[in-house]
Antibody
């Protein structure tokens, strides 16, 4: 069955960095775009970034542009989110999600359980 | 950027009731709209994509309609397991955006 497992979350000081990973299984990784979505405690969903099926196209939200980088390793079925210069407002549960189709413009249809990022001094 | 709004922000209804949530986009998104259910402490689950297509495994009591800027999500017969927050999302143009969510509870 389709599985997405995030890791790499934790506590980091403001200005620090973290690299989130999302290991996937149960489907052909190279047939789907992939997305990161975050959710601050008690808040709604915020779309963060998307990457095309082959990694050739990426797009990140304005709120994280210049600080976050989305990438993927298709040889190892893994999605990444490199987060630099973290701010208190970046604290959230980060979900990786599979795009429903190969195209970048498709909604996420399977989600991981999320990894918690806490930004605190 | 496209902005999404939802109403109501919360509702309480009885088991068996028909429940309707609306979602509005700040510009035409054609039918590039999805609906998600999120239960407390869990990841969201896709229910509806492309405005009105039921995702595999989603119960048939869930449906979606609309196009352009105005969309509706309906639960035809509310069940106890439907408690949770429902979000719409547009994927017509980047950056994709979610609505603020509607909390659905049982009376």
């Amino acid at each position: 069955q389709v599985q997405l497992v995030e890791s790499g979350g934790g506590v980091v000081r403001p200005g620090g960095s973290l690299r989130l990973s999302c290991a996937v299984s149960g489907f052909t990784f190279t047939s789907h775009s992939m997305t990161w979505v975050r959710q601050a405690p008690g808040k709604g969903l915020e779309w963060v970034a998307v990457i095309s099926y082959n990694g050739g196209f990426t797009y990140v939200a304005d709120s994280v542009r210049g600080r976050f980088i989305i990438s993927r390793d298709n040889s190892n079925n893994t999605l990444f989110l490199q987060m630099n210069n973290l701010r208190s407002e970046d604290a959230a549960i980060y979900y990786c999600a599979r795009g429903r189709t190969t195209t970048n413009f498709s909604p996420p249809d399977f989600w991981g359980q999320g990894t918690l990022v806490t930004v605190s001094s | 950027d496209i902005q999404m709004t939802q109403s109501p922000s919360s509702l309480s209804a009885s088991v068996g009731d028909r429940v309707t949530i609306t979602c509005q986009a700040s510009q035409d998104i054609k039918t590039s709209l999805s609906w998600y259910q999120q239960k407390p402490g869990k990841a969201p689950q896709l229910l509806i994509y492309d405005d009105s297509h039921l995702n595999t495994g989603a119960p048939s009591r869930f449906s979606g309609s609309g196009s352009g800027t105005d969309f509706t999500f309906t639960i035809t017969t509310l069940q106890p397991e439907d408690i949770g927050t429902y979000f719409c999302q547009q994927y017509d143009d980047l950056p994709f955006a979610f609505g603020p969510g509607t909390w659905v509870d049982i009376k």
